[in-house]
């Protein structure tokens, strides 16, 4: 009898499911994570990673953290191809940094972001990076399009050399699909 | 033709008092990236087209040639004094010799570093680099002189030195001022007579120009 009560709440209930994942939940410790590089300037937005920044030059990123549960950023690193300025960090929750990101040559590297949480000390958020070619285009950010999905801004095609060229605009069904190279 | 169109200019260059000409403009300055400071662009030599001839100059950072040289500098709004750039971000791309001084290796856009005492980057700007298309070259408006300048496809002006070399076969019929390796020169008349003018610019503009004097 009470094995038949136990096979019920654990696998048929999905009430008893939802609380089971809650207490899980409410038990581990809270992640962090990336949630979206944004270039406002150029009007582009990653939520995929490896972050793309492009060969040879200079970009000024907004990276944002998936998080609700640190109090500040306290440090930003990086490793391999890349290099990083912090302008900018946040000093609260909200969990994001103004970097100026260079790409010092095709490849890859890593952001490190070190954040601290009053209650659960240190954490470290690593950014996966890559450095593409400069010709590349990257996925043009939501608010940046029009209406109907014409694309509202014009973005220099840096390195081609080009401005002022239409930019080549991703498959919105994939948002990853920029080449790589 | 080009010979008496040339010797008008002679005559005209006579009259012409050049000290009410303007300062010539020598570099530009653009705001960082990260708005910590403010790069700026100065002439490495008489052979920058923009640093003899402030016409070229427009209202933006110029754009560079490829080949060229420029010196580069940085100001921090903090404060303390200009400093040469420590950095580039890519040496494919841009070559760093001493006091700032950068060549443009390939088209593009290219990052400039400036940099603190331990030489860690502080704020950055990105040079648009582009491929010479043509070289322009022009008799001077009511002067009798010359002025030569690279431009990119869209004919668009650039900056950055190349080399440059004014010869003349006989100087005593027309002097090359202000000097030789400027890209825009005039010529000073001496005795009457003929003689020819030559350029060598950028490694593939030679020109022969015939002048005559005759006053």
Known sequence: MSTDRLVFVGHRSPIGFGVLLFALCACSDPSIGFRRAVAEERCEEQRTLPVKVREGIAESLRIELDTNKIDRIERIEASGNVGVITTRVSRNISGWADLVVLGKALGSGTITITTIDNDDGTRLVSVPVQVVAPEVTLDIAEECRAPDAGVTVERDAAGAGDAGVSPNIPDASAPDAAPSK | ?215
């Open chain 2, 1 to 215: 033709m080009r010979i008496w169109s040339f010797l008008s200019c002679a005559l005209l260059a006579c009259g012409d008092k050049s000290d009410s000409k303007p300062p010539p403009v020598v570099g530009a300055t653009s705001s960082a990236i990260a708005r910590s400071g403010e790069f700026s662009y100065k002439c490495a030599s008489a052979g920058d087209a923009y640093c003899s001839d402030n016409a070229l100059f427009g209202a933006s950072f110029p754009e560079f040639a490829v080949g060229s040289q420029s010196d580069f500098f940085f100001k921090s709004n903090a404060g303390g004094a200009e400093r040469p750039i420590a950095g580039v971000v890519s040496t494919n791309r841009l070559k760093l010799e001493e006091n700032g001084r950068i060549t443009a290796l390939l088209p593009g856009k290219a990052g400039i570093l400036a940099t603190d005492a331990n030489g860690a980057p502080v704020d950055a700007f990105n040079l648009t680099l582009r491929s010479r298309a043509k070289l322009k070259f022009e008799a001077l408006k009511g002067v009798l002189g010359f002025h030569v300048w690279p431009e990119d496809d869209k004919g668009q002006p650039l900056a950055g030195a190349l080399s440059c070399e004014w010869t003349i076969d006989d100087p005593s019929i027309a002097r090359i001022t202000p000097g030789p390796t400027s890209t825009r020169i005039e010529l000073v008349p001496g005795k009457n007579g003929k003689t020819i003018l030559h350029l060598k610019y950028a490694g593939e503009l030679n020109s022969d120009i015939p002048v005559e004097i005759n006053l």
